[in-house]
């Protein structure tokens, strides 16, 4: 059977104006800054005037740990809005943008796929409305701005030996880790040691998704640590004076993206934290407006439910007073088959019994999930290689573990395809039966926290970390950031610091390797393993085969 590509079925889009889009918000077309015909900003004056009006019902997608054999956890996303849309519930998506190291590395797009898109895709994993460059500027010009302060006479004391804000980019480059700057004498400033990590692991990125308004972006913005003096006392941007011109900057960057599916439901796509290296979740200010607007909002967290709906249950709920009525796990059964031992080469073949060996990943972030206190569906994304007796095989796993499966055709049939688990999902957030609570309190010790997530969800036994980490940990606790919650670094491909690893290993340890404190986000990194905060690029990247064919269209890209 022949299939169309997803970007064969982007292209096919029938988009509608954004305008009519935002009408169908109740969003007046003055409220909306165009960016062209098929996406627009929200402004900040018409999300003020939502005060007051009451929150929809919120639903978490999460997904097992990514496998080369896919997840599609984005595509359910969308989907799972689309058969909302099609049942009569008022409802919008919520997901991040795109990053460009991704797309021309290993990925190659972010939008959903199949009949299950957000358009305009092109445009959306490219440089859509510039959210990404400035941030990249706003934390780029406080780089220079440290620097260009100790160059003219470093009044602030700056120890040029702990100067921790590093610059970014946003694409994989492993040659800018660890660099030297200011060489070539003294018009170019003081030589020193520092490096760059990928845009959606800055601070301001996390800042910007976390903050309610610009007031709270540049509050936010002048309490990033930046550096110490000699007596290790910390020096912040608002010391450096930087913090109103990088809100400056992100003025535009901070009102919400206005977009559509394939099947004209509306979507707000703004932000783009990794969740292997940051929290994860798409804005604050996305999702609370959103909430405003629809009866449902669905939203997706990064990765697998061990990171993505860890960060948004324990980092963006906790920070914004969200609770989530419902979660849904994406899985597939080549994942499963892939998790019991099968070659990405075989999977093709039927293998009921490498499903049932899988399953215990999934049956791991199903539990995870419920220890929130939040009912938990199962989507069966389906791929057309999938046997009745293998899907079976899923489904009768998860009702031992007390969770219902549904299998889902959406990337394939669009909303019509995920009608089933629409409905249940819309029951289940409408019974109100969710108690969400958050892993651990805020007055837990720092690594009493690291602790916690790495026993409860990950099933270490221990957590290593040197008695420099630990010291660390210890001042910045007397310091008064004891209350902030912690945000894990940690591979994506499995529970434990070995992406090898793959099921559901236990009694593992969790090697921490450095701690940096996000001040102004509001949380304490935590990198683990041999994860790194600026990825490289494979080794044949997506780069290879993007490009411009004869007709005009982006090819390689999805």
Not at 4 to 17: G, S
Request: glycine share 10%; with cysteine; charged share 20%.
């Amino acid at each position: 059977m022949a299939f169309k590509t997803d970007i064969e079925i982007a292209r096919e889009a029938k988009k509608q104006p954004i305008q009519v889009i935002g009408d169908r918000l109740g969003i007046p077309a003055e409220h909306l800054l165009p960016y062209g015909h098929d996406k627009a900003k929200i402004s900040q004056d018409f999300i003020d005037s939502l005060e007051g009006r009451p929150d929809g019902k919120l639903i978490l997608v999460t997904a097992i740990n990514p496998t080369p054999a896919g997840e599609g956890k984005t595509t359910t996303t969308v989907g799972l809005g689309d058969g909302l849309n099609a049942i009569g519930k008022k409802t919008v998506i919520c997901i991040r943008e795109a990053s460009l190291g991704p797309n021309f590395g290993m990925k190659g797009g972010a939008a959903g796929g199949g009949y299950a898109q957000i358009v305009p895709m092109e445009e959306m994993n490219l440089h859509f409305t510039g959210d990404f460059h400035a941030i990249t500027s706003a934390h780029n010009l406080l780089s220079a701005m440290i620097d260009n302060h100790i160059y003219w006479g470093n009044a602030l004391e700056i120890d040029e030996r702990r100067i921790v804000w590093r610059r970014v980019m946003d694409m994989n480059d492993r040659a800018l880790r660890d660099m030297v700057v200011g060489l070539g004498g003294v018009p170019n400033g003081f030589a020193r040691q520092t490096g760059f990590d990928i845009t959606v692991a800055s601070e301001v990125m996390a800042i910007l998704c976390l903050s309610r308004n610009l007031a709270d972006l540049q509050k936010r913005l002048g309490d990033i640590v930046v550096a110490y003096r000699r007596d290790k006392s910390p020096i912040y941007a608002r010391d450096i004076k930087a913090d109103g011109a990088m809100t400056v900057l992100l003025r535009d960057a901070m009102q919400p993206n206005l977009v559509q599916t394939l099947e004209n439901n509306p979507a707000l796509v703004h932000g783009g934290p990794f969740a292997n290296i940051a929290h994860g979740c798409n804005s604050v200010i996305a999702t609370q407006t959103a909430l405003k607007l629809g009866d449902y909002v669905v939203t997706e967290a990064g990765f697998g439910a061990d990171l993505g709906a860890e960060k948004f249950f324990d980092i963006k709920c906790r920070k914004a007073g969200l609770k989530p009525a419902a979660a849904v796990i994406v899985a597939t059964v080549r994942a499963m088959k892939m998790n019991g031992g099968v070659a990405k080469a075989d999977l093709g073949t039927q293998d009921v019994e490498a499903v049932r060996k899988g399953c215990p990943n999934l049956g791991r972030h199903v539990a995870n999930v419920k220890g929130f206190g939040v009912p938990v569906v199962v989507a069966i994304n389906h791929f057309h290689s999938d046997t009745e007796a293998e899907i079976s095989a899923v489904k009768e796993y998860c009702a031992s573990q007390g969770a219902e499966a549904i299998l889902c055709r959406h990337w394939a049939e669009g909303s019509a395809g995920v009608a089933e688990l629409a409905t249940r999902v819309a029951e289940i957030a409408d019974s109100g039966v969710s108690s969400f609570a958050p892993l651990y309190e805020d007055g837990m010790g720092l690594f009493q926290k690291i602790e916690t997530i790495a026993k409860r969800i990950y099933h270490a036994d221990e957590v290593i970390a040197d008695k420099t980490i630990r010291d660390q940990l210890r001042t910045w606790e007397a310091a008064g950031y004891g209350h902030l919650p912690v945000c894990m670094a940690k591979t994506q491909y499995s529970f434990s610091t070995d992406p090898n690893l793959r099921g559901a290993p236990t009694g593992h340890t969790v090697p921490i390797r450095e701690v940096r404190l996000s001040a102004g986000a509001g949380f304490v990194v935590v990198i683990c393993g041999e994860i790194m905060t600026m990825p490289g690029l494979p080794r044949s990247p997506a780069a290879e085969t993007i490009r411009i064919n004869n007709a005009g269209f982006v090819e390689g890209l999805f």
